[in-house]
């Protein structure tokens, strides 16, 4: 049974980097699927940030493209996140999942990690 | 890319059926068959609940069900129980951007 665990600084200073690694337990990560990363806003809906393949390949939201990295470590079993210049915008909860994706079309998320709440404040 | 438009809460009563909508444009809902839907209690990740528009994973009651029209998708529930409380989302694939979009989400009050 697959499982998610995401872990990260809880506090961020505005206009550093903020660092999240997602954990995959009981699946490997070199199984075809893609890994996504998915925040959520104090009381806001959900933003896709984005995914990446065991093979290094990554999509991007484009509103974040420039600010955002996704790499992968396959020998740990785990995937991180980078997301530079935070402002008070970025604070909210940061989720992990397998993403299935063919043929380049991104799919459905599941399951998902229970996330990690990072603040952004000084 | 603006994200999917849905109501931001609906409600019934126990028994009843509810319907979702999820509106997009000729540029994801309306042209790929990749929605899917989230359920979300408070505290708690979301979870998939429907995908590839009206196929539900293994342990989702059939009570609930995904369709869609145009540029229009919906997740109707039957039969609503008081555990179906909860906070809905819908995706869709993004298209030419290779993006995921997801709606603002419906607030279920079974009352």
């Known amino acids: 049974q697959v499982q998610l665990q995401e872990s990260g600084p809880g506090l961020v200073r505005p206009s550093e980097t903020l660092s999240v690694t997602c954990s995959v337990a009981?699946?490997?990560?070199?199984?075809?699927?893609?890994w996504g990363w998915i925040r959520q806003s104090p009381g806001e809906g959900l933003q896709w940030i984005g995914s990446?393949?065991?093979?290094?390949?990554?999509y991007y939201n484009p509103s974040l493209r420039g600010r955002v990295s996704i790499s992968v470590d396959t020998s740990k079993n785990h995937f991180s996140l980078n997301l530079t210049s935070v402002t008070a915008a970025d604070t909210a909860v940061y989720y992990c999942?397998?993403?299935?994706?063919?043929?380049?079309?991104?799919?459905?998320?599941?399951?998902w990690g229970q996330g990690s709440r990072v603040t952004v404040s000084s | 890319q603006s994200g999917l438009t849905q109501p931001r809460s609906v409600s019934g009563s126990p028994g009843q059926s509810v319907t979702i909508s999820c509106s997009g444009t000729g540029n994801d809902v309306g042209r790929y068959d990749y929605v899917s839907w989230y359920q979300q209690y408070p505290g708690k990740a979301p979870t998939l609940i429907i995908y590839?528009?009206?196929t539900r994973p293994s342990g989702v009651p059939d009570r609930f069900s995904g369709s869609k029209s145009g540029n229009t998708a919906s997740l109707t529930i039957s039969g609503l129980q008081v555990d179906d409380e909860a906070d809905y989302f819908c995706?869709?694939?993004?298209?030419?951007?290779?993006?995921?979009?997801f709606g603002g989400g419906t607030n279920l009050a079974v009352l």
């Open positions: 995706s869709s694939y993004g298209g030419s951007h290779n993006s995921v979009l």
């Open positions: 990446i393949h065991q093979t290094g390949n990554t």
């Open positions: 999942a397998r993403h299935l994706a063919v043929r380049g079309i991104l799919q459905w998320l599941a399951p």
């Open positions: 009981g699946y490997s990560i070199n199984t075809g699927y893609y």
């Open positions: 590839d528009v009206n």
